[in-house]
């Protein structure tokens, strides 16, 4: 039986996470979660149901060859025997069994209500089931967890029933009663008030798993914790049914940072921004930008008020320091900056206008007379720097000159596909060259006329890709001669950046956000113009 940490998180991604509308893991996913979750430094991480899928009870098999845990202890979940039968002659069980996990996991019923109608049996045979399975699994060896299931519900409903339900596990032998709110509808202080009488009326060793219905998940977690909880369920990026769990890195960073409960080690808390982003590569859903601590706006500043405060120290505007969770802080620039945004973001970006206000100021009047035209830099970075770097030197960067372009659709009038072929004329290096392009859509020909045109000067071209394109009309009541803007974003294997375009024809908007993409990533390569 391993022992159980006094104070620790229990990561349930791979069982609860993984019952997330749209997320499915194959057994290699979870394979590489476990070893993200190890790193950051969980207790423990619930690996999935043995024996309910095959897919979880290969997990099992392989993660005793394959998973090389440093830190974590590895949980097989499952439930409580069938009514009317023995633990030890339940296949659930010897599959729990089988999982040779040091930790097992028990979901049961602690609501009446449930057991009569979703059992269907008496609320004696439930105890008898938790107390059978639970003792069998210790005897077998294993520390057990036990998820009381719609705890809160039922302590509302039939408290001195729900409180039976705890002695009785503990009395069995569960190292760790955990009360779920499996309907997440609770709110804080109700959490506070049940987690204290529990333990006042049970002395039993007391966890935590909420679900976030109530947008509360997190809350309700550091609420049951304060009142002595000293096991906390939840998910990376708080993944799982329904709206999910409590976001088990908004947990730990709050403990941590907040509470000054050292859960994990500092240095593994500097990786969670890194982590949470691995995950959501494998789970294929993209990271909430507004995540607490580790999304991408969670220090980003865009109102001018804010960058003049932050400029003195950043401690005036932000919570904690960024870099304890391995995020960093990023100055917005938009038609809400004021100078102060500007020399931020400038610093950012290498450039020094601490002695030139004149220069923000300037900047400032530009991107907000650009921004009521439509222009949003907030959303494109790459073209921002273009522009303050022509503020700053006095020149627009170029790395060929146009002399025109045009695009022609063809259509047979039928359902066949529509195709548009872009020539372009221009200079670049050294000469005049014409060059044309085909395509599925107009913006499509003229990418690749004009990477075509630009393919002997700038060979590096070849690694750039179009990631993203979004166009939005702008004054939508003009019907179809509304202001478009199109924001693109372009990788090239390293990196990605964000450019913008707006003018009343769409191709001719898409032309600016492509020529500022190109004149962009050859500037970050260090490229210089070759005419
Ligand atoms: C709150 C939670 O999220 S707990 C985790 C829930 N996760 C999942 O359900 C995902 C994995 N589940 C599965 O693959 C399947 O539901 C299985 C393999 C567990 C069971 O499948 P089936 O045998 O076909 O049963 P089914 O799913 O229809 O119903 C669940 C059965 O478990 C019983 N059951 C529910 N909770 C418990 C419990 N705590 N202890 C014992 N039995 C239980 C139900 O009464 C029902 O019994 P019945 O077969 O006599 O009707
Ligand atoms: C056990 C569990 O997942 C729940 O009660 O929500």
Redesign the pocket.
Known sequence: MSTVPDFHVYDTTLR?GA?QESLNLSVTDKLAIAAYLDQLGVGFIEGG?PG??PKDTEFFARARSELKLQHATLAAFG????AGARAADDPQVRALLDAQTDVVTL???SHSRHVAE???TTVEENLA?IEDTVSFLVGEGRSVFLDA?HFFDGYRTDPAYALEVVRTAAAAGASVIALCD?NGGMLPPQVTDVVGEVLEGTQARLGIHCHNDTGCAVANSLAAVAAGASHVQGTINGYG?RTGNADLVTVVSNLQLKLGREVVAPDRLRQALHLSHAISEVTNVVPYGRQPYVGASAFAHKAGLHASALKVDPDLYQHTDPALVGNSMRTLVSDMAGRASIELKAKELGYDLTHDTDLAARTVTRVKDLEQQGWTFDAADASFELLLREEVTGETLQYFDTESWRIITDSSGGAQPSLSEATIKLRAGGRRVVATGEGNGPVNALDHALREALADAYPELADFELIDFRVRILDASHGTDATTRVLIETGDGTGSWQTVGVAPNIVHASWVALVDSFTYGLLKRGVEPRH
């Open positions: 609860d019952q149901w309910a899928n439930s409580t025997r069938r979901v049961a019923k979703a059992l269907r089931m299931e499996t049914e």
